[in-house]
């Protein structure tokens, strides 16, 4: 099985701020990773995924996040936040022999203050 | 686009009532999925289905059960709602191990 810990429930920061959301992730096997993104009064939208390749994957809107397999972690990055970045950002892996199961971390609001 | 669309928005329900949440997605998706979601613990999956007529129990299945009857629609029913089935359910839908499409939620209130 897999499990998903996110490390932050609230992320204050500035606008124009760099920041960091801390994802560790646990399973036995191979897992592909993801970020989804909770605009308030929406359902989730994919931010980005790794699936293999590069470790290090973006998105559109200047998100990036890099899988680290000997710490276990996907942490997402942003150099430099927006207001409309203000979002609840949720971690998930799959486990490659699972099919399309996805384990949700507990997820982490991001609150950008002018 | 892929399209989830859940049929109500806000719901609000008696205790002891039989409800039904609906979930319909319009890209011919085998896999489907319905999960709750309440603060401090993120989405838990309820139950999902590969195909069909097919269902399986995610971790937190007591209390709902499911309908596919249809590839494009997957239904959500609570036999008795409780108080503690308040919540904000989520549907989604996948082809392969890709991520998935969500739709927008449906908020339901047991009082």
């Known amino acids: 099985a897999q499990s998903v810990t996110q490390l932050d429930s609230q992320v204050p920061v500035f606008e124009e701020a760099p920041v960091e959301l801390r994802c560790n992730y646990s399973?036995?096997?191979?897992?592909?990773l993801f970020w989804y993104v909770q605009y308030p009064n929406q359902g989730l939208q994919l931010l980005l995924k790794y699936l293999s390749g590069s470790t290090l994957v973006e998105s559109i809107n200047g998100f990036e996040a890099e899988f680290n397999k000997s710490q276990t972690s996907f942490h997402l990055r942003k150099p430099s936040v927006h207001i409309s970045d203000t979002a609840e950002y949720f971690c998930?892996?799959?486990?490659?022999?699972?099919?399309?199961?996805?384990?949700f971390g507990e997820g982490t609001q991001l609150t950008v203050n002018p | 686009d892929v399209k989830v669309t859940q049929s109500s928005r806000y719901l609000v329900k008696r205790t002891g009532e039989k409800v039904f949440l609906e979930c319909v997605q319009d890209m011919d998706h085998e896999n489907m999925f319905w999960y709750r979601q309440d603060p401090g613990l993120g989405l838990r999956l309820i139950y999902f289905?590969?195909?069909?007529?097919?269902?399986e129990k995610g971790d937190i299945p007591e209390g709902y059960s499911v309908s596919r009857e249809k590839k494009e629609r997957f239904s959500l029913i609570l036999e008795s709602a409780s108080t503690n089935q308040t919540s904000m359910y989520l549907c989604?839908?996948?082809?392969?191990?890709?991520?998935?499409?969500f739709g927008s939620g449906t908020r339901l209130t047991v009082v």
């Open positions: 399973s036995s096997v191979s897992v592909y």
């Open positions: 289905s590969y195909d069909v007529k097919m269902k």
């Open positions: 989604a839908s996948s082809l392969g191990p890709l991520g998935y499409t």
């Open positions: 998930a892996v799959s486990a490659e022999t699972s099919g399309s199961r996805l384990t």
